[in-house]
């Protein structure tokens, strides 16, 4: 089967490997890539941009990031399709980027945290 989704991931962020972990696990058709911005592969934007959002790719579509980017991924799941379905009305769209930018407030804590737990 083809990839349609291309996520690229911070693998030295603890929260980013177990999100991508579990977005594996739960891709059972392996349509995702996911691309290591670390990696040997070469990225659409510069590092600096990745790391500051998360990005993904529909297809040969527009780069996407932040909450659209994860609905993106959510889209290719099966399990997760309806939410990055509804993702698409802007109401939908606009209160999950609110959240996407909480998370970037609160993440660099979770990260600490996250570290800690797993040393």
């Given at each position: 089967?083809?990839?349609?989704?291309?996520?690229?991931?911070?693998?030295?962020?603890?929260?980013?490997?177990?999100?991508?972990?579990?977005?594996?696990?739960?891709?059972?058709?392996?349509?995702?890539?996911f691309v290591?911005?670390?990696?040997?592969?070469?990225?659409?934007?510069?590092?600096?941009?990745?790391?500051?959002?998360?990005?993904?790719?529909?297809?040969?579509?527009?780069?996407?990031?932040?909450?659209?980017?994860?609905?993106?991924?959510?889209?290719?799941?099966?399990?997760?399709?309806?939410?990055?379905?509804?993702?698409?009305?802007?109401?939908?769209?606009?209160?999950?980027?609110?959240?996407?930018?909480?998370?970037?407030?609160?993440?660099?804590?979770?990260?600490?945290?996250?570290?800690?737990?797993?040393?």
């Amino acid at each position: 089967m083809s990839t349609n989704v291309t996520v690229w991931y911070d693998s030295q962020c603890p929260l980013c490997v177990r999100e991508i972990r579990l977005m594996r696990r739960l891709d059972k058709r392996q349509i995702i890539r996911f691309v290591d911005i670390y990696g040997d592969e070469g990225c659409p934007v510069d590092r600096e941009t990745l790391l500051a959002r998360f990005h993904a790719r529909e297809g040969s579509g527009p780069m996407l990031s932040g909450a659209a980017a994860f609905a993106a991924m959510w889209r290719a799941i099966p399990l997760l399709r309806p939410l990055g379905i509804a993702a698409r009305f802007r109401p939908i769209a606009w209160v999950l980027e609110k959240a996407y930018l909480f998370f970037l407030r609160i993440r660099p804590g979770l990260q600490r945290l996250t570290h800690r737990l797993m040393a």
